[in-house]
């Protein structure tokens, strides 16, 4: 359900790089950053959004290596997905929505 919420606030006109999607487990970041990646691809293209400019907060800032490796380029890049990080990662940080994704361990 978070893949569907999360999709649903893209076809709302938010910005993939604008939802962050936060999950206790780091193995449940996994299956639902892979589910957004296929699924994405049905509702949001970059290139459909050619007016897109960057935040005021992040004009010039380096844009962050996804290998977690030193910042290549002084431009800003929007990210072109939904961020999916477990809650200790996250926090400290902040985003437009964070969804919360919880499981149980018994039926």
Do not use: C
Not at 14 to 43: D, F, H, N
């Amino acid at each position: 359900r978070a893949v569907q919420l999360a999709l649903y606030f893209v076809q709302q006109g938010y910005m993939p790089w604008q939802i962050t999607v936060l999950s206790a487990y780091q193995g449940q970041t996994i299956l639902l950053r892979k589910a957004l990646r296929e699924r994405l691809k049905e509702v949001f293209r970059l290139e459909d959004h050619p007016d897109l400019q960057p935040p005021k907060s992040h004009d010039h800032m380096p844009v962050r290596n996804p290998r977690g490796g030193k910042a290549h380029s002084s431009t800003w890049e929007p990210p072109k997905e939904v961020l999916v990080h477990t809650i200790d990662r996250y926090q400290g940080d902040e985003n437009e929505i964070v969804i919360v994704s919880l499981v149980r361990s018994n039926p």
